[in-house]
């Protein structure tokens, strides 16, 4: 957009609403309207945090954009995140993927998505993904300035990885564990001084 002016010492970007963004939200409308209604939201059911942590897991090595872009076909592919179905994916299931163009085709990553749906439906008799993955909220939440300022880990993203692997989850280290806190409203990282930073709900826009 070419009327947006920057402000280098926070790394935002005042569009032509008037509204502050980071740089990488703030020219592309679809990572423009993910920022403005998804990013930070709290996301507390199973299919929710299922197709985040997919998605994120996908992610890895590539850009964000990518990924949103791609979305309708994952969720095609992927039969809406319903664990109990991507659970049963099998051989078959797995060479179909491979060849969908709507995807990323990365054999690991896939299989990873199917474990990790059958690790989700084995979580059930243990309170639930949701319930295991909001109780590594902290205490605080960082304050962000600018970019250099947010952190791609945490005590907490490390220990939520670690309880990940051992209930058989994959692909979920403590980098992808802390895009997910983001991501889910779990922590928000949302920069001092962005529209959006304390619309979550879950912190306030001091905190």
Known sequence: MTDATATPASDLVVGEDGLARPRWAATDPLLRSYYDDEWGMPVR?????????????????????????????????????????????????????????????????????????????ALRSDGGLADLVWSYRPETTPSPLSFADIPSTSDESRALAKALKARGFRFVGPTTAFALMEAVGIVDTHLIGSHRRGSSGVWPASA
């Not at 990518?66 to 969720?75: E, T, V, Y």
């Open 45 to 121: 059911d199973e299919r929710g945090l299922f197709e985040r942590l997919s998605l994120e897991g996908f992610q890895s090595g590539l850009s964000w954009a990518i990924i949103l872009r791609k979305r309708p076909g994952f969720r095609a592919a992927f039969a809406d995140f319903d664990p109990d179905t991507v659970a049963g994916y099998g051989d078959e299931d797995v060479e179909r993927l491979l060849q969908d163009a709507a995807i990323v085709r990365n054999r690991a990553k896939i299989l990873a998505t199917i474990t990790n749906a059958r690790a989700t439906v």
